[in-house]
């Protein structure tokens, strides 16, 4: 869509886009395309000198117990994430809906948590919950009993960057949800207050159908985040370890590429998450779609 | 309200201060550890209020990080890719927007597939572009067999351009943002044709129109967007760190992480505590800050 | 403008007549290295440099740090294809193979021969050298810093247990542990971090047992992981059950983050033992407030040892260089090889000299009169003889294959794998790692 009225001119409207084109060709186009490529070779890190595989590396990653774990990891992963922040989102923009005193002081409290950066987050909570020196990880001890060891328990660790992802995301779950409890019309929930619902009755009745727009938004930007962002987290705390249990798909690919300077399989990891994104995108867009009909 | 219930709002109140007392916890904590002698700060359990060594905690930490050189960095590259995807964006959408274009369908697709490319599913190719910017050039020469001579010396390791270790590796592939593109597109379909009307019936140059009637109709767009891009560019972890080889050029975050408890040392847990307060009190002190501002960016870069 | 430029001649040829020591400077041929080491272990790096740029005036070796040995590696294949290299590059001990196939590097006897710097195998330490030799015996990285694992106590928990003297033996060091834990000397016997170096590869070479065929890889890229049929099945088993009955704790995991876990519980007193490597020495110095000594590894009680092996790194030098580069990279390493100055290496860092002449001068001037523990790793290092088993362990991408080792041994500790499953599924992976180099390499050696 454009306007009605245009300037004329043949060039200068691509001279303006030019930077931009430039910039996704360079670094964003053909990169992906160079990561397809050599998803099919082996690559010589030092020469770069390729060796045709065919489909080599994506059927050794698929064989690969530990690609296979890393899978199952980052499904885990995100879903927990994207649910315990969401959750907590909405537990925080709900209260602050309802509360008239200190409103402002409470959304602020609520809202700088998503200034930290993932990495950092990282290391905050690696000093809470430390086997040896965290003071979560000794209150666990003391108070539960709970032989708490995230360097040796699959769970523990899972527990440990699961809490410091969602930590840093409940704060933008927070945003959306407030400003979409604030978007319903109060003359909606008056109407059901009138025919006698509750508050918790008009809670399920009237505002979650009609933050479920929301909600199904908030869910793929979690998704993605908890995909992609988290690399700094797992990277200052688990590394991927307990054996593997930690190990999202992210952090394996840098870890092949950088660390094995295995590059085919980096590279082939790469093309596996392109399409991973592309189907996340996709849905993002239909609701997207959806949304705009909703707007009219 | 819809009624009166001094009960529910109570425990309103009481559960929201629990829920952000834990949400606090771990800054709180983090500022307890740095505030105290190294010793204390070992201490198991760790003491619940802080000492008295924040400065000298801090002091240390600046320079153990160099966290003097390292706040710069940070501070260039996140206004540098802020400002860069806000500018880009800004001259995309004005011309997706405001031209009869052909093949604009091209253009627009160009950029929403960006949406889909994010550094980590393209991280080795990216980087060897990073490391000699040329290498696309040399290779479509190549392909095309345009100029056998210039593929040679592409291989023989001619001209190069690499961005690796400098401002420029490390702001420009970030600039390109198709969120952004998209914003000012709905904020500039929204300006009233009018205006353009009566630009073009006084003979306005498109220069001249983007500059003096458009930007300062998304003033407030661009500051709110700037504000959340800045945060987000800030926090950037993996990219620096593959771009950045020489420590002269560590970015904040990346600095903290490398005081973090390692193979080489006994944990400091003081020092990386102090550092990472220092690497997160700029972005935090700018949420704080333009508060409004930023909730607005938010919401408003997923519309 | 024009006179601008010449006033700007003027001052900076004034500052440069006026600092001698800058216009020396000058002259002199830069030669780049870029290492990995940070902190103190860095201080004491940049000091030998500077040292070898005072002894001479032709070169000036300029140190910079590029952080930990991946960071420094990346950086440098980066720079590799972007033709801007450093000459020298310091890298770890499982990256030969990377390094010797890389197509990148000059060999460093070529080089050492043109310029007639002698090395005779014969005066350095064997396991360290051979560590960085190709098939022929001919040096192909320089080593710089080197260690090697020993067992450190805590003397305060033995006296008390009413212990005399370490263990020498596995088994030994069992009984010890029973009686420190049955006296209540204390909770923790010995605190361990499973680090592959530690208890795969120094565990097999000193008892002369394969991880590898080929010679641990050395005879050719088609080596195959047989440690999952050697004794050091038995070994992980008799952990196990220590940490099962109490006698081990397991302190840290495959993470950087967690690895201090393991060596902070011996150095504040709470362990018994701990192994680990002797670079330690200045951390446990520091840091312990306890009366704490070191000793050999243990052994098994029915297998004589041999040596154990190191790890460390070494000076690779890039193809691509002037000779006057290799010329003063030769003037470098001859420096280097100089009984002083690796006593003096020896001292500040706690890593083993490399050279016999160097040993002896340390023993000479009473080094290990007040330092006697730190002797213990030279001692270790050149027991024995060459064995079939106890050359180097040269497999490809082995950063991946330890890897492998760790994950899986991760879910013994934790309980949740049987030790000969997890080892089988560690010798697979690991294998199929190999498999990939092999095929990545074919034909390259």
């Known amino acids: ?296 | 309200m819809v009624e009166r219930a001094p009960l529910l709002d109570l425990c309103a109140h009481l559960l929201l201060i629990l829920a952000l007392a834990a949400l606090c916890l771990p800054v709180w904590l983090a500022l307890v550890a740095a505030s105290l002698p190294l010793e204390e700060a070992a201490r198991v359990p760790l003491p619940l209020l802080p000492g008295d060594r924040l400065l000298e905690n801090l002091a240390a930490a600046w320079q153990r990080a160099e966290l003097g050189r390292a706040l710069l960095n940070s501070t260039v590259m996140a206004a540098g890719i802020a400002a860069g995807k806000i500018a880009l964006a800004v001259l995309s959408a004005f011309a997706l927007v405001y031209f009869r274009l052909r093949l604009r369908w091209l253009a627009f697709w160009g950029i929403f597939i960006s949406l889909m490319l994010p550094v980590e599913v393209r991280i080795v190719p990216t980087y060897e572009v990073v490391a000699n910017v040329l290498v696309p050039v040399y290779a479509l020469a190549g392909w095309l067999g345009l100029g056998p001579a210039l593929a040679a010396e592409g291989a023989g390791g001619g001209a190069k351009v690499s961005l690796l270790n400098s401002y420029g590796g490390l702001i420009v592939p970030l600039t390109a943002s198709a969120t952004a593109t998209f914003l000012f597109r709905q904020v500039f379909l929204s300006v009233p044709e009018e205006l353009t009307e009566a630009a073009l019936v006084d003979g306005c140059r498109p220069s001249a129109f983007l500059w003096l009637v458009l930007l300062p109709l998304s003033r407030t767009n661009i500051a709110a967007l700037f504000i959340v891009l800045f945060v987000w560019s800030w926090n950037q972890y993996l990219w620096p760190l593959l771009v950045v080889t020489d420590p002269a050029y560590d970015t904040a975050v990346v600095a903290v992480t490398r005081l973090m408890p390692s193979m080489d040392a006994l944990p400091r847990w003081n020092e990386t505590m102090a550092a990472a307060l220092l690497a997160m009190a700029p972005p935090v002190l700018v949420v704080l800050v333009f508060q409004r501002a930023f909730v607005q960016g938010l919401i408003e870069q997923d519309r | 403008m024009r006179l601008g430029r010449w006033l700007f001649a003027g001052v900076v040829s004034g500052g440069l007549a006026l600092a001698p020591g800058a216009t020396a400077r000058a002259d002199r041929l830069v030669l780049d290295w870029w290492h990995a080491l940070s902190g103190e272990l860095g201080a004491a790096l940049e000091e030998v440099a500077r040292r070898f740029n005072a002894s001479q005036h032709r070169f000036e070796l300029k140190p910079v740090n590029k952080g930990n040995y991946v960071a420094t590696l990346n950086a440098a294949i980066a720079a590799w294809r972007a033709k801007e290299h450093p000459l020298v590059l310091m890298n770890n001990e499982s990256g030969v193979l990377t390094m010797m196939l890389s197509g990148a590097i000059v060999p460093v006897h070529d080089v050492l021969d043109k310029y007639k710097v002698e090395v005779r195998i014969q005066d350095y330490l064997r396991p360290v050298v051979q560590t960085y030799t190709d098939r022929q015996g001919r040096l192909l990285a320089m080593p710089f810093n080197s260690s090697t694992p020993i067992l450190f106590y805590n003397k305060d928990i033995l006296d008390t247990a009413g212990i005399a003297a370490p263990p020498k033996t596995w088994q030994e060091m069992e009984e010890q542990i029973r009686t420190i834990k049955a006296k209540g000397a204390a909770d923790c016997g010995y605190s361990f971090a499973a680090g592959p170096w530690q208890e795969l590869e120094n565990y097999s070479v000193w008892h002369d047992i394969p991880v590898a065929t080929r010679r641990n890889g050395f005879d050719g890229l088609d080596a195959v992981l047989v440690y999952n049929k050697t004794r050091f099945v038995q070994h992980i088993e008799r952990l196990k059950r220590w940490v099962d009955e109490g006698l081990a704790t397991f302190g840290a995991a495959a993470a950087q983050t967690w690895a201090s876990a393991a060596r902070t519980n011996f150095v504040e007193g709470r362990c018994a033992f701990w192994i680990d490597s002797t670079a330690w020495h200045s951390t446990v110095e520091a840091g312990a407030k306890m009366k704490w000594g070191a000793s050999f590894l243990p052994h098994e009680a029915d297998i004589r040892p041999n040596h154990s092996m190191i790890g460390g790194a070494a000076l690779y030098l890039f193809k691509g260089f002037s000779d006057a580069h290799y010329e003063g990279a030769a003037a470098f390493f001859r420096f280097l090889t100089d009984p002083r100055v690796q006593l003096d290496w020896h001292k500040a860092t706690g890593y083993v000299p490399i050279t016999v002449a160097a040993w002896d001068l340390a023993k000479k001037e009473g080094y290990y009169a007040s330092h006697a523990t730190r002797g213990i790793a030279v001692e270790q290092l050149l027991m024995g003889e060459e064995r079939e088993n106890s050359r180097t362990i040269r497999l490809g991408n082995y950063e991946n294959v330890r890897k492998a080792l760790t994950d899986q041994l991760e879910l013994v500790w934790a309980g949740k794998k049987g030790v000969k499953e997890a080892l089988d599924q560690a010798v697979e992976d690991g294998n199929a790692i190999l498999r990939r180099f092999e095929q990545q390499n074919k034909g390259k050696i």
């Open chain 1, 1 to 296: 869509m454009s306007k009605r009225v245009t300037f004329r001119s043949r060039l200068l409207p691509w001279f303006l886009l030019a930077p931009q084109l430039l910039v996704l060709l360079l670094f964003f186009f053909w990169p992906a395309g160079q990561a397809i490529v050599q998803a099919l070779f082996m690559v010589e890190p030092f020469s770069g000198e390729l060796q045709w595989v065919g489909l080599l590396n994506f059927e050794q990653l698929f064989q690969s117990s530990a690609y296979r774990q890393a899978i199952l990891v980052t499904i885990v992963f995100c879903a927990a994430t994207a649910a315990l922040a969401m959750f907590l989102g909405l537990f925080l923009a709900v209260l602050v809906d309802r509360v008239v005193r200190g409103r402002t002081v409470y959304r602020t409290l609520a809202i700088w948590p998503y200034a930290v950066a993932p990495a950092i987050a990282g290391a905050l909570f690696l000093f809470l919950l430390d086997p040896a020196m965290g003071v979560l990880a000794f209150a666990l001890r003391q108070g539960l009993g709970l032989a708490w060891d995230p360097s040796l328990d699959a769970t523990h660790a899972t527990i440990l960057v699961v809490l410091a992802a969602a930590w840093k995301q409940v704060a933008y779950n927070f945003v959306f949800f407030l400003a979409g409890l604030q978007a319903i019309p109060r003359i909606l929930i008056e109407a059901a207050a009138l025919d006698g619902a509750g508050p918790w009755q008009r809670s399920l009745r009237v505002i979650l159908p009609l933050l479920s727009p929301t909600a199904f938004f908030l869910l793929v930007m979690n998704l993605v985040y908890a995909f992609f962002d988290t690399f700094g987290i797992v990277a200052t705390t688990t590394e991927g370890g307990p054996g593997g249990a930690t190990r999202i798909l992210v952090f394996k690919v840098w870890e092949d590429g950088f660390v094995g300077l295995d590059l085919g399989s980096s590279a082939a990891q790469s093309v596996i998450l392109m399409a991973i994104v592309v189907s996340l995108t996709v849905l993002q867009f239909r609701f997207l779609e959806k949304r705009v009909q909703y707007a009219g």
